[in-house]
Each structure stands twice: as structure tokens, then as C-alpha cells.
């Protein structure tokens, strides 16, 4: 045996002595010399690092703080006197690997050759948009950040190791002089480099991209409306009429998707309880919306029987919905029936979730339990529009079946821009006094469109609980009446309604468009709020509820907590003039303080629920 394995060895050395000596050589090459890389992979990487940290950033600042405080929804359980008191948070960072991945994509096409760096003059221009979008998320939350000197050190002698932070002026004029750089490189794209499949956004379209930049720059704008609304008006001319035009279509939206193994985080989330007055707006409109961003409560036709059988009182906002037949047994639904039947929203204050009186909405484990089983009456944000390996038990009576939707894990869809975010905002301007060719009701009726039909793709990508049905009534025609699927005509209907025609109100009843079209979303929902002073106190439509803890009216955070700069940090002088400049006391999670402090573009802004400035 010990010859046999001596002749293989001898064979397999021989083999390799007759290789191609060349091969042998690209092989065994310097370590120290590093190959060029594939530029397409590099860009893959950057579009990749444009959204992440999913768990910190909707555990901590989406559900513990922008989320309660944009009055969507509860913090878990109900808001209680310390709701706005600021603690940890996520953080969209462009640092770690966005910036080092655009910059080095830049110096290597920079050295090129005047031709090939034509050639490859696309993908740079790509580079900036991508590294936009999410610094935009960052200055919204805390204002003056590092940009135009990010990233230097590597490329500078000796190496920039202190770099400034640029104010929210500076920022956004910056990101609107790089986005008509890359306009203008996207318009006249014909041979030049594409990434094809390894573009996952829009496969190498080019034109696409020239549209998501007319996006970033309507997003600027909007942020710009209180503060120089000149400026802002005439970007968003500048927009519509665009040569490149603008995302108008479902196939415009920026829908991320990191792959076919990515669900978002794996891990479970706090969520609370949805806004009654939201959801009451949404079911007063019939908007198929609230079925996409809202879970069903658990009351059933089965879940009511089980109530009627044990001689247990329904909730009294679930009572009237139900109808019963000659020997008092579930029978149906009363009014619209399901699935609308089964959205109920909670009171946002601090107060009214100490109310005894509100026992119904939050204590419902004592309310709401037959045997060993609590049926919750209200209704949670979807979990699935943040993790798509969600899974759900279907409520049946105790004891009964077991029915769930489970390893059933499509990857997740996560809108970063999209045609109806386009079309509001052009509808907000024409409003506003914009020079747009169309009128403001068809910018607002396209916008709204898009909105129904990307939430209803959104849910039926997810596969969210009950989208073609519920699987609890043994009825099929029933089961398939309480699907909470996007159904014909429907969308017509919805337009119909009052509160989307803008013959009177109509800046407000944008707002509140752009702000439902925001639910998944919750940077440009917390700034919608902040710029837009929706929901207004005392609206015939959606209203602002006021936050009141023992009768008075809380202070709520218009921006995050600022770190103190410490003197052991290189970057310690330019850190400190920066606060020192935006006028921050920084280190306190103080309501009044992140309330009273404003960021640059929220100093002009109407006061929370105040409603719009005309």
C-alpha cells in the first residue's frame, strides 16, 4: 500500500513540473502585488451598504422612538410619561464601508487612462447617489455630519485625519450640485461601462438612476420648503422638467434587495399598538392601504363564537360589529364586514393609557382570556414589513386547530424612493406656487395610485398573514372575502372620497398622503411630521392627539441626542465648533431640549400638529 501511495505522488509531481510554467508563475505570484479589481463588485458592495443595521435601527429608533413620536404607533404596551425620553438608537452609518467603497471606486477610475475613465464615467457618477440616500437619513436625525472631507485619509499626504463636519447648508447644496454632475453623466450613458445583473436595483439602467437622483434632490427640496422656499420651487421645476424625467412609474420605485437570502432581521420586535386615529382615517376611507400596514386583531368569526360560548363579554368596539342569529351564535359581520372589521387602533397618550377606563385597549390579558388563550382586539404594525422569516399563528378557539404560516421566507423588499413619493411631492409644489405642467389633483391621484399598488406588491412579496385569505373560516367563499388583497375598483373608490379631493385643505390632505405613503419608511415619516405640522390639532380629517401626562402636554424630540465631544478625540475641535454652531447642548436626552433645539432645515417648521405653512 505504502508503494502504491509513493506512485501517485510521483505522478502528481511530475503533472505539476509539466504544467504550463506561465500558469505556474500567475499562480505564485508577488503577494504584495494586488490585482485590479472588478469595479462592478465594488459598486455591488456600496448600493448593498445603502441600508443595514435593521435590528438597532427599528427596535431602538423606528419603535421606541420615531414611530410613537410620528404618532403611527405605541411604544409595546401603550406610551407611557417617560415615551419621550430618548435612550440608545440605532444609526445608519456611511463610514464603515459605504464611503471606503465610493471612494476607492473614484480614485481608481480618476486614474485611468482619459479614455477608459470615459468609459467608466457612469459608474463613478453612480457612486453619489448611492452615498446620498442614506447621509441624508443621517443629517435629519443629527445635523452637521462629515461628508465632503469623509474618507481622504487614505488618499492625502500626510493622511486627513481630522475632518470637518459640514453644516445642513453646505450638505445639501453639496448633494445637489454631485446629483446634476451625475444627471448629467446618466443622460448621455450609450457605451459607456454598465453593471448589468450586478446592478440589483435597477440592472444597469442608467436612466433609472438619473430618475432616483431627481428623486434625492425632490427630497432635499421638501426639506428646504420653510427655509428658502424659492430655492426649493424652483428645484422642483427644475425636476418636472427634467430631460431625464422623473420616477413616474411602479418600475421606477428603488426597491432594495440585498438577496435571496435576506429577510431583514431575525429577530423579534417591540411593536405597539397602531394610532386610532390613523387607523380610524384609514377605515373611514375604505384605503386599502391600512390592510398592508396593519396586522388583523384576532377576533375572528371562530374567536367571537368562543366568547359567545364561554358567556364572556366582547370588547365594546368589537360588540356592534357582530351580528348574531335567532339563538345568539356568531352569524357574520355587521357594516363593511371583514377584512375591515378586524383594525382597531389605541389612544397615543400617556394619560389614556393610564385611564382605568381604557383596561380594553391595554390590559387586554385580563379583558380578553378564555381558558389559557388572550385574544388581542387591536391592531400591531405588520412585523412582516420588517422581517420576512415572520411567523404567524392563525387565532382559533382554545383547543382548537393549529393554523400558521410559517418557513415560508421570501426575501425582503425595502422601498428607499419610490413614483408615488415623487408624485406627492410634485403635487405639495404645484401647490405651493411650482411652475408645473400638470395640475396638482393629477400629480396627487397618480401619487396616491402608486402608493395603493407598491403597498399591495410589498404585501404580497412578504406574504404577509391573511393576503389571499384566512385560513380560520371553513367557508371557502367566506375565507376568501376576509383576504386583505388589493381588489378591483377599489382604488377608484378611494379617490373618490372626500379627503382626496383638493379643492378645499389641499396642502394638508398632501401631507397626510405623504405620511401615510411613509409607513414603511420611518425617516421621511418623522420628517414629514416635522416639516408638514400633520396631523394638525383639531383636523376634520386626521388629527394630532396631544400628548398630556397628568394633564399636561408633553414635549416631544424633534431630533436625536447629539454625543459631547471629549478632548481625547483628533477630531475634537471640529466636532465641538459643530455643535457649537447648530446651538446643541449635547449628551441629554432631554424632551425639551431636543424639542427646542432644531436642527438647521427644522427652524422654520411649524410647531407639532400645528398643521401646514401655506
Not at 189 to 206: C, H, K, V, W
Not at 387 to 411: A, I
Request: with cysteine; net charge negative; glycine share 8%.
Amino acid at each position: 500500500m505504502k508503494t502504491t501511495y509513493k506512485i501517485i505522488f510521483a505522478l502528481i509531481f511530475i503533472l505539476a513540473i509539466g504544467c504550463d510554467k506561465d500558469k505556474f508563475a500567475e499562480l505564485n505570484s508577488n503577494p504584495s502585488t494586488l490585482s485590479e479589481p472588478d469595479l462592478r463588485y465594488s459598486m455591488t458592495k456600496a448600493i448593498e451598504q445603502m441600508y443595514g443595521n435593521d435590528y438597532t435601527n427599528w427596535f431602538y429608533s423606528n419603535f421606541q422612538y420615531i414611530y410613537p413620536w410620528a404618532q403611527v404607533v405605541t411604544m409595546r404596551g401603550g406610551n407611557g410619561p417617560d415615551f419621550n425620553l430618548m435612550g440608545p438608537a440605532g444609526g445608519q452609518s456611511i463610514y464603515g464601508s459605504l464611503v471606503p467603497q465610493t471612494m476607492d471606486i473614484r480614485v481608481r477610475i480618476d486614474a485611468m487612462p482619459e479614455e477608459d475613465m470615459a468609459t467608466y464615467a457612469a459608474m463613478r457618477a453612480l457612486t453619489f447617489p448611492v452615498q446620498i440616500a442614506p447621509a441624508l437619513t443621517m443629517t435629519d436625525n443629527g445635523g452637521s455630519m462629515v461628508y465632503t472631507e469623509a474618507g481622504l485619509a487614505p488618499y492625502t499626504n500626510p493622511p486627513l485625519l481630522t475632518p470637518v463636519l459640514d453644516n445642513q447648508e453646505v450638505l445639501f447644496d453639496t448633494w445637489l450640485a454631485e446629483l446634476d454632475a451625475s444627471i448629467a453623466v446618466f443622460s448621455n450613458s450609450e457605451g459607456l461601462f454598465t453593471m448589468g445583473a450586478q446592478d440589483r436595483i435597477y440592472g444597469g439602467n442608467y436612466e433609472k438612476w438619473a430618475k432616483y437622483c431627481n428623486l434625492l434632490k425632490l427630497k432635499i427640496a421638501a426639506r428646504l420648503i420653510n427655509k428658502d422656499r424659492d430655492k426649493a420651487i424652483a428645484i422642483a421645476q427644475e425636476v418636472a422638467s427634467s430631460s431625464v424625467g422623473y420616477m413616474d412609474a411602479l418600475n421606477d420605485d428603488f426597491v432594495y434587495k440585498r438577496g435571496i437570502k435576506y429577510h431583514g432581521t431575525g429577530n423579534g420586535m417591540w411593536i405597539g399598538w397602531g394610532s386610532k386615529n390613523l387607523i380610524d382615517y384609514l377605515l373611514t376611507n375604505k384605503d386599502p392601504r391600512l390592510r398592508f400596514i396593519f396586522e388583523k386583531n384576532q377576533f375572528n368569526g371562530e374567536v367571537v363564537q368562543a366568547f359567545i360560548d364561554a358567556e364572556m363579554a366582547l370588547p365594546d368596539y368589537i360588540a356592534p360589529l357582530v351580528e348574531l342569529d335567532g339563538e345568539g351564535n356568531f352569524a357574520g359581520w355587521n357594516g363593511d364586514g371583514e377584512p375591515w372589521v378586524r383594525y382597531h387602533g389605541v389612544p397615543l397618550s400617556p394619560d389614556a393609557t393610564q385611564d382605568p377606563a381604557n383596561e380594553k385597549y391595554f390590559n387586554q390579558a385580563a379583558t380578553n382570556k378564555i381558558e389559557n388563550k388572550t385574544y388581542i382586539a387591536t391592531s400591531l404594525y405588520s412585523e412582516k414589513l420588517v422581517r420576512s422569516t415572520y411567523n404567524y399563528t392563525y387565532p382559533t378557539k382554545p383547543g382548537g386547530r393549529v393554523l400558521q404560516l410559517k418557513d415560508n421566507d421570501p426575501p425582503l423588499n425595502v422601498i428607499l424612493g419610490s413614483a408615488a413619493e415623487t408624485n406627492l411631492y410634485l403635487a405639495e409644489f404645484k401647490l405651493l406656487g411650482a411652475n408645473l405642467p400638470k395640475s396638482a389633483q393629477e400629480y396627487f391621484n397618480w401619487g396616491v395610485e402608486l402608493s395603493v399598488l407598491r403597498a399591495n406588491a410589498l404585501a404580497k412579496n412578504q406574504q404577509m398573514p391573511y393576503y389571499d385569505g384566512d385560513p380560520v373560516y371553513e367557508d371557502v367563499d367566506v375565507a376568501a372575502a376576509a383576504a386583505t388583497k388589493l381588489r378591483d375598483g377599489e382604488i377608484t373608490a378611494l379617490l373618490a372620497q372626500p379627503s382626496y379631493d383638493l379643492g378645499t385643505d389641499g396642502l394638508e390632505k398632501v401631507y397626510i398622503q405623504q405620511y401615510i405613503n411613509f409607513m414603511n419608511t420611518p425617516n421621511d415619516i418623522w420628517t414629514t411630521v416635522r416639516r408638514s405640522g400633520i396631523p394638525k390639532k383639531g383636523s376634520s380629517y386626521l388629527a394630532w392627539e396631544t400628548f398630556t401626562n397628568s394633564g399636561s402636554e408633553m414635549p416631544i424630540p424633534r431630533r436625536f441626542t447629539v454625543g459631547t465631544p471629549t478632548e481625547d478625540n483628533l477630531n475634537y475641535a471640529n466636532q465641538l465648533a459643530a455643535v457649537q454652531e447648530q446651538g446643541f447642548t449635547t449628551g441629554t436626552p432631554e424632551p425639551t431640549v431636543l424639542e427646542s433645539e432644531r436642527l438647521w432645515f427644522d427652524k422654520e417648521n411649524p410647531a407639532k400638529g400645528s398643521g401646514p405653512k401655506n
